[in-house]
């Protein structure tokens, strides 16, 4: 009854809900890709971080808020109110210079994070204990990737943690077929575990993903950017339209 009420000509019907559909879209888009980075990416930004990092917590609060403001936009073309619009089509520049800033921060700093991977996996190997956060984070990718040390295995032998236990049981070929003794003689060690190191595996499986969060993230700019179009357009037929009616 409300919708029907306010409803101005039929004509700017065709420009009301598709700009908060977009929306609402977009935001379960960027949801669905902050979940999947935290499942999928979680080990190896918790390496690229120096300090611990809620980047994908910030895309799946990010991506919720664009699903209420979504709602919010389809209630505000139901109401047909143009302050409503208008402060619809605010958010959504707002989200599109925040996407845009976020684009470019990535393309111009995007070698700086390989470099601050060397480091900080480098650090990582060296405070290596088998029981903290970062070093469950370096098993993870040793076993999934196959790989072990960071150009090589041989990097382990400048880690603390060698002399007293040898290589860690992560970078083993066949986990069945090595033993701690084993794995402190570095001769020995090359028959038994993954000579690959993990640096150009991890860049490499990081810079292909990234190249799918980089298009999703253009796409939902993009989608913004017509949704904020559209908002502004209805709002201006809209008081257009009730300027005619008085």
């Known amino acids: 009854v409300c ?3 306010r409803e101005p000509v039929p004509a700017g ?3 009301r809900l598709p700009s908060a559909v977009i929306s609402f879209i977009t935001g379960v888009i960027l949801l669905a890709v902050g979940v999947w980075g935290k499942l999928t990416l979680g080990t190896y930004i918790s390496l690229i971080a120096e300090n611990s990092t809620n980047a994908p917590y910030v895309l799946i609060g990010t991506g919720t808020t664009i699903i209420v403001f979504g709602l919010f936009g389809c209630f505000a073309t139901c109401r ?11 958010f959504l520049s707002l989200v599109f210079l925040a996407e ?12 700086e994070i390989k470099d601050t991977f060397l ?7 060296q405070n290596y204990n088998k029981n903290d956060e970062r070093s469950h984070a370096v098993d993870n990718v040793q076993e999934s990737l196959s790989c072990c040390g960071i150009q090589s295995y041989t990097n382990w032998s400048t880690s603390p943690y060698f002399f007293k236990h040898g290589i860690p049981t992560s970078c083993c070929m066949n986990s069945s077929d090595c033993n701690t003794q084993d794995l402190r003689n570095m001769t020995v060690a090359a028959t038994k575990v993954n000579q690959k190191g993990c640096y150009d595996l991890v860049t490499s499986f990081m810079e292909t993903n990234m190249g799918i969060i980089a298009g ?5 700019a993009f989608s913004q950017l017509i949704g904020m179009l559209l908002a502004c357009c209805l709002s201006r037929f809209i008081t257009a339209n009730q300027y005619e009616m008085v």
Not at 80 to 90: E, F, N, Q
Not at 100 to 111: D, M, Q
Not at 216 to 220: K, Q
């Open 216 to 220: 999703v993230a253009f796409g939902i």
């Open 80 to 90: 047909g109110s143009p302050w409503m619009l208008k402060l619809y089509a605010m």
């Open 13 to 15: 019907g065709t420009l």
């Open 119 to 125: 480091r900080t996996y480098t650090e990582a190997i």
């Open 100 to 111: 845009l800033v976020a684009g470019i921060s990535g393309f111009v700093f995007r070698h």
């Open 3 to 5: 919708c029907r009420s």
